[in-house]
């Protein structure tokens, strides 16, 4: 099954489930994603393209930046939050030092975050943490459990 064809399926299946698509590229891929049902883009790289195409769709766009320079572009051309990619080559106190300058980042670390380190995350101003298998491997039962863990250790954190 084609991706977009995933994210219609999911989005007719659960109607009020808030469901993204990943890992969009282009224009193209970006307009793909919204008539599919995707309410919100998350890209690996910061295209300013996809940014308009997902707000002329009214869908907010999360482009992937690594460094100050490609967060303060990704902002002045009108991303909704960034996705720090891959966070696993930075720490969350990079972030911490990153919003000390530019406080008006939301940043949302993908790539590297696990049970362990997301607490660390939303303290240091992440506004939301990607996360994949560390979250999700071993199926419905094990990741049910792993996200009460995540959940509680994010409540003794805050």
Known sequence: MFRW????????????????AGTVLDEAAARAAVEAGARFLVAP???PA???TGHRYGVPVFPGVATPTEIVRALEEGADAVKLFPASAVTPSWL???????PQTPAIPT????LENAPDWIAAGAVACGMGS??????AQAAGERVAVLLKRLAQAG
């Open 134 to 139: 560390a979250l999700t491997s071993g199926g």
């Open 5 to 20: 064809e995933i994210v219609r399926a999911v989005t007719e299946w659960r109607p009020r489930a808030l469901v993204g």
């Open 96 to 102: 911490r030092d990153v919003r000390a300058a530019l």
């Open 50 to 52: 996809v940014i308009r």
């Open 45 to 47: 790289g910061l295209n």
């Open 111 to 114: 790539g590297g975050v696990t």
